[in-house]
């Protein structure tokens, strides 16, 4: 399956398709709980995922569809690798008190 991007080149649509099924059903098996648990409503908890959901897979389509240059492709420098490496980390350490915040409340 392919998908046309900004310069009407076919893109590989497979990546953006794993990142938002991914996006979509770990915001749908975690956010309804998650939310229920500090308070919120069951339905503006499922339309806050729905939300989570759509903003996910619209980034994706940006990031892995509309900007793609297949002409590109390329092995990435190792500082560019290491440092998306490192910001993802801090991203997931990030999100850890989050998630523990309803054990706290």
């Not at 908890?45 to 793609?68: D, E, G, I, M």
Request: aromatic share 8%; charged share 15%.
């Amino acid at each position: 399956m392919e998908l046309p991007n900004s310069r009407r080149q076919r893109v590989d649509a497979v990546p953006f398709v794993v990142v938002a099924l991914l996006a979509g059903t770990a915001t749908f098996s975690l956010g309804p709980g998650y939310l229920l648990t500090l308070g919120v409503a069951l339905t503006p908890a499922l339309a806050a995922c729905v939300a989570a959901t759509a903003l996910t897979t619209a980034v994706a389509y940006h990031r892995f569809v509309w900007t793609a240059r297949p002409d590109l492709r390329g092995e990435l420098p190792v500082e560019l690798r290491l440092r998306r490496l490192l910001y993802g980390g801090l991203a997931l350490v990030g999100l850890v008190p989050l998630f523990a915040l309803p054990l706290v409340l």
